[in-house]
């Protein structure tokens, strides 16, 4: 595998439903982030881990809990969501220190739709 | 206020005409980055340029060039001779210093359709 891997990359759960979203990169970077994209809306930053630890937590409700095991991993789990949060999930990666910044690369997100 | 405007929401345009993606920033900060990413159909945003605020040169890569003005605050992305494979939304994005990571605020987007 290279690059950003995310899986699944199609999801429909129910409203009480709960599940997990995995993001993997294979780049030797150090920082991890979740974004949000919706119909018609700017990409939207959810969650931030550099070095491992989270640096940003942008105002996400909590039924989104992120999890970031190791450099490696991040991991978005849901439990209760809404219908309004369908929408593509979308995982990156990139260098958290020297001489940047560095350009974010992307995985091929995982589309989520609550009925 | 840190923001980047890319006024054209859809663009179609046939295949081998030329195209310029217009962004405009915003940022208070003398020192900072722009991007331009492609987001095909298949979802995944693709790096294609990063460019600082010191360095005002043009650049070009194939049929790509990309045309930064501090003097308007604009960083115009050009296609030359469209190909169908062009087809994707393209974003604009501004990286932030305020942040020890890589925070970026991304444009809207925008969609740009080459019919055959």
């Known amino acids: 595998e290279t690059g950003v891997t995310q899986t699944p990359r199609h999801l429909v759960m129910g409203m009480t439903n709960k599940k997990s979203l995995k993001c993997e990169q294979h780049?030797?970077?150090?920082?991890m982030y979740w974004y949000k994209q919706s119909a018609k809306k700017p990409l939207e930053l959810m969650f931030v881990?550099?070095?491992?630890?989270?640096?940003e937590n942008n105002s996400v409700p909590s039924r989104f809990s992120p999890e970031c095991p190791n450099s490696s991993h991040l991991f978005l789990h849901l439990h209760t969501l809404q219908p309004e949060d369908s929408a593509l999930y979308l995982c990156?990666?990139?260098?958290?220190?020297?001489?940047?910044?560095?350009?974010?690369?992307f995985g091929p997100g995982t589309r989520l739709t609550v009925t | 206020a840190q923001k980047v405007t890319q006024a054209q929401t859809e663009i179609s345009v046939v295949e081998k005409e030329d195209v310029t993606l217009d962004c405009v920033y915003e940022?208070?900060?003398?020192?900072?980055?722009l991007f331009w990413y492609k987001q095909p159909p298949s979802g995944e945003l693709v790096f294609l340029i990063r460019?600082?605020?010191?360095?005002?040169q043009n650049e070009i890569s194939g049929r790509y060039s990309w045309n930064f003005q501090k003097s308007t605050s604009s960083f115009n992305f050009t296609i030359t001779a469209s190909q169908v494979v062009d087809s994707a939304v393209y974003f604009c994005?501004?990286?932030?210093?305020?942040?020890?990571?890589?925070?970026?605020?991304f444009g809207p987007g925008t969609s740009l359709s080459v019919i055959p």
């Open positions: 990156a990666s990139s260098q958290a220190e020297g001489t940047g910044p560095y350009e974010q690369y």
């Open positions: 780049l030797g970077h150090n920082a």
């Open positions: 881990y550099s070095l491992e630890e989270r640096v």
């Open positions: 940022t208070r900060d003398t020192t900072y980055y």
């Open positions: 460019r600082n605020s010191f360095d005002e």
């Open positions: 994005a501004l990286r932030l210093f305020e942040t020890s990571y890589d925070k970026v605020i």
